[in-house]
């Protein structure tokens, strides 16, 4: 699957011989049996861990190396610069699906590229 553009929440079946892909960007993501969000905001690329297991990996060779997610926890690639892995605040990367939206220390440009 090819996510352009805007924010996605996936819920994939465990099937080891059939993951699940979602290309956004420069990342493509890696999913069996979980759950989780991706984002694409122009350059950035956020993945959100909600529950399973996940693997990022850059969509072209040799760029990074691979980077596994745990539950809880959030993948930032942004242009060139080296990817961020750190912890997510779970009700705050799922506000959007009950129609909210909750910013915290977020310039106004990434404010209105999300909404």
Same mark, same amino acid.
């Given at each position: 699957? $090819?996510?352009? @553009? &805007? !924010?996605? !929440?996936? /819920?994939?079946? @465990? /099937?080891?011989? @059939?993951?699940?892909?979602?290309?956004? %960007?420069?990342?493509?993501?890696?999913?069996? &049996?979980?759950?989780?969000?991706?984002? @694409?905001?122009?350059?950035?690329? $956020?993945?959100t861990l909600i529950e399973g297991h996940v693997v990022v990996?850059?969509?072209?060779? &040799?760029? =990074? =190396?691979?980077?596994?997610?745990?539950? %809880?926890?959030?993948?930032?690639?942004?242009?060139?610069?080296?990817?961020?892995?750190?912890?997510?605040?779970?009700?705050?990367?799922?506000?959007?699906?009950? &129609? !909210? $939206?909750?910013? /915290?220390?977020?310039?106004?440009?990434?404010?209105?590229? !999300?909404?």
């Amino acid at each position: 699957m $090819l996510l352009a @553009r &805007g !924010r996605a !929440r996936f /819920d994939v079946a @465990r /099937d080891i011989a @059939r993951p699940f892909t979602v290309t956004a %960007g420069a990342q493509t993501v890696v999913a069996v &049996g979980t759950s989780f969000n991706v984002e @694409r905001l122009e350059n950035k690329v $956020l993945v959100t861990l909600i529950e399973g297991h996940v693997v990022v990996k850059p969509t072209q060779a &040799g760029r =990074a =190396a691979p980077v596994a997610l745990s539950a %809880g926890q959030e993948f930032v690639a942004a242009g060139v610069a080296k990817p961020i892995v750190a912890a997510a605040s779970l009700p705050v990367a799922t506000a959007w699906e009950s &129609g !909210r $939206l909750i910013l /915290d220390n977020v310039p106004l440009s990434e404010a209105v590229q !999300r909404v």
